[in-house]
């Protein structure tokens, strides 16, 4: 028995082309474009790939596809919806978490800065909206995202002066709060 994997156009033609094969843990997947859409596919089975996908060293989140009765792929991409316009970067709620999507399709991991805030995903690409513990140094981040910053955040039910850097005070004294408006002062 003699197995061979062919690639087809859109037109269901056998591709002649070249196809990029990247390895995931113990399979091999190949990404499929059809149109503007791109599709991750397993090399060996032809399966279309769906839910969270690890390609190299980047996350994929390919939402499931199907055919509609022609045929045709429909749905599937790694593009996300936003309104009535399809989009392969900025911000998606998948399972009830926020993640920030590259320009690429990629999942943003790690701190990240975004219209004057800064945020923190996660390794698996998930936005911090609680508290954040790092090397030691208590981080707290309100609950659409945003770290907190010159201000008061809460953790457990208690309150914490947050600093410029966006750390946890971890001093007592007078401490400064400056509002939009006016200057706060109180004592930690």
């Known amino acids: 028995n003699v197995t061979h994997t062919y690639y087809l156009n859109a037109d269901s033609t056998v591709s002649l082309g070249n196809h990029n094969a990247y390895q995931q843990g113990d399979r ?3 990404w499929l ?3 503007s859409n791109w599709y991750l596919v ?3 089975t032809g399966e279309l790939l769906s839910g969270w996908q690890k390609v190299d060293t980047a996350i994929y989140y390919m939402k499931p596809a199907s055919f509609d ?3 045709n792929l429909k749905d599937g991409s ?3 919806e936003t309104g009535n316009q399809k989009n392969k970067s900025g911000w998606a709620q998948i399972d009830g978490k926020w993640y920030s999507f590259c320009s690429w399709g990629g999942v943003r991991t790690g701190w990240f800065n975004y219209d004057g805030n800064k ?5 698996d690409g998930h936005m911090e909206d609680n508290a954040l513990n790092v090397n030691g140094t208590m981080y707290l981040f309100k609950s659409w995202g945003g770290m907190c910053v010159n201000d008061v955040g809460s953790y457990n039910g208690n309150y914490y002066y947050v600093g ?4 946890v005070s971890t001093t007592t004294g007078w401490k400064k709060i400056k509002a939009s408006t006016q200057t706060i002062w109180y004592w930690a």
């Not at 945020?119 to 390794?123: D, K, Q």
């Not at 410029?164 to 750390?167: E, L, Q, V």
Request: aromatic share 12%; proline share 0%.
């Open 69 to 71: 009765a022609n045929g």
């Open 42 to 44: 397993d090399a060996e």
């Open 119 to 123: 945020y923190y995903l996660h390794e």
């Open 164 to 167: 410029a850097d966006g750390a």
């Open 78 to 80: 790694f593009e996300m």
């Open 28 to 30: 091999t997947v190949s």
């Open 33 to 35: 474009t059809v149109g």
